[in-house]
Nanobody, 131 residues
Framework: QVKAVESGGASVQAGGSLRLSCAAS????????WGWFRQAPGKEREGVAT???????DYIYSVEGRFTISQDNAKNTLYLQMNSLKPEDTAMYYCAVTEVHSMTVIQALGVWTFLRDYGYWGQGTPVTVSS
């Protein structure tokens, strides 16, 4: 059974940095799509960043240039380096991971949608950015 556990969330001031981690266990396949999502109070969950088996990354516009997603395959761990944090980044941050049998199929369905609907999710780690 796949289990994902996020860590690294904290309260910081605007302009600060945080590094989130997501450690996954129970992974038995050789190709995975990983992603970070977030949900702010009273808002819907939104995708933040993804990284595919080839290392290609994608970000929502609001975090481009400030956040960096990366992974350590040997440790089955996903990271999100967040710099220049803003109050609007305040949210619960979740990681998701799913097996990849065909990126073509996943891209046709939508990477964010596929991760949201078929990924294994962690319980989240809270990030609070004060002004």
């Amino acid at each position: 059974q796949v289990k994902a556990v996020e860590s690294g969330g904290a309260s910081v001031q605007a302009g600060g940095s945080l590094r989130l981690s997501c450690a996954a266990s129970g992974l038995t396949y050789n190709k995975y799509l990983w992603g970070w999502f977030r949900q702010a109070p009273g808002k819907e969950r939104e995708g933040v960043a993804t990284i595919d088996p080839d290392g290609n990354t994608d970000y929502i516009y609001s975090v481009e240039g400030r956040f960096t997603i990366s992974q350590d395959n040997a440790k089955n761990t996903l990271y999100l380096q967040m710099n220049s944090l803003k109050p609007e980044d305040t949210a619960m941050y979740y990681c998701a991971v799913t097996e990849v049998h065909s990126m073509t199929v996943i891209q046709a369905l939508g990477v964010w949608t596929f991760l949201r609907d078929y990924g294994y999710w962690g319980q989240g780690t809270p990030v609070t950015v004060s002004s």
